[in-house]
């Protein structure tokens, strides 16, 4: 549809290339430095969209470990927003910071997946799997900065990106675990209990109606014997 091609942060533009390659062209970036801002900027964006999203998601699981986990990685964003302002400031970058496409990309996907109707035993499921996506992309995110910091001795960037990258890393990790151990287990659970109930309603849908022939066909017995 329209509404899905304008969310793509990888649409095609008039010149053939991606929409967020040709922004990043048209960002007037005429230096490492201004690499590495946009890249910071870019988090900062992300960071903010993320705040945002989360406690939506929170509103919707029933995990109460996932949603301590959650709020957590809540707090960690918060407080990387800030020291990513100290940052920029300390670059003198420019105080226009574009939208992060890729991170809307995939928040508005986890959003229309979310607002259709859906067994509560999926949610959990999915809400985990979007998070730990959108953690993906911001592990990937900082890794790229805290290779351009490093390049351009910028100690407080590289810092400050390698620290959110241990956090993003253990997160991911502690994701992984409550998905094998937990959330994923009790989808399954759920899903054969519902399989169960239905066969077996199934099943007593047919007795009943193998009694109910059994007995017209009785009471057509009894019609001729007379």
């Known amino acids: 549809t329209t509404i899905a091609r304008e969310r793509n942060p990888l649409r095609t533009s008039m010149l053939g290339l991606p929409q967020a390659i040709m922004e990043v062209a048209m960002a007037g970036l005429a ?52 020291e990513i302002d100290d940052v920029l400031d300390e670059l003198e970058a420019s105080k226009p910071r574009p939208k992060n496409l890729g991170a809307e990309g995939l928040i508005a996907d986890a959003t229309d997946l979310l607002e ?46 390698e620290r959110v990258l241990q956090e993003g890393r253990r997160f991911d990790e502690e994701l992984t675990a409550l998905a094998e151990s937990e959330i ?27 009694k109910a022939g059994a007995r017209r066909s009785g009471g057509r017995k009894q019609g001729k014997s007379r």
């Open 31 to 82: 230096s490492a430095q201004d690499v590495l801002a946009h890249e910071l900027t870019s988090i900062h964006s992300a960071e903010r969209q993320i705040s945002r999203a989360l406690p939506r998601l929170m509103r919707k699981i029933s995990s109460d470990q996932l949603r301590q986990m959650l709020d957590k990685r809540l707090s960690q964003g918060a407080s990387l927003i800030d």
């Open 116 to 161: 259709d109707p859906l067994d509560d035993s999926l949610i959990d499921p999915l809400v985990l799997a979007f998070v730990q996506k959108l953690e993906h992309y911001c592990i990937a995110a900082w890794g790229t900065a805290a290779a351009l910091g490093r390049l351009l001795d910028q100690d407080e960037a590289v810092n400050l990106m």
């Open 184 to 210: 994923n287990r009790t989808m399954l659970q759920r899903s054969d209990e519902r399989e169960r109930t239905g066969k077996g309603d199934e099943d007593k849908g047919k007795r009943a109606r193998r």
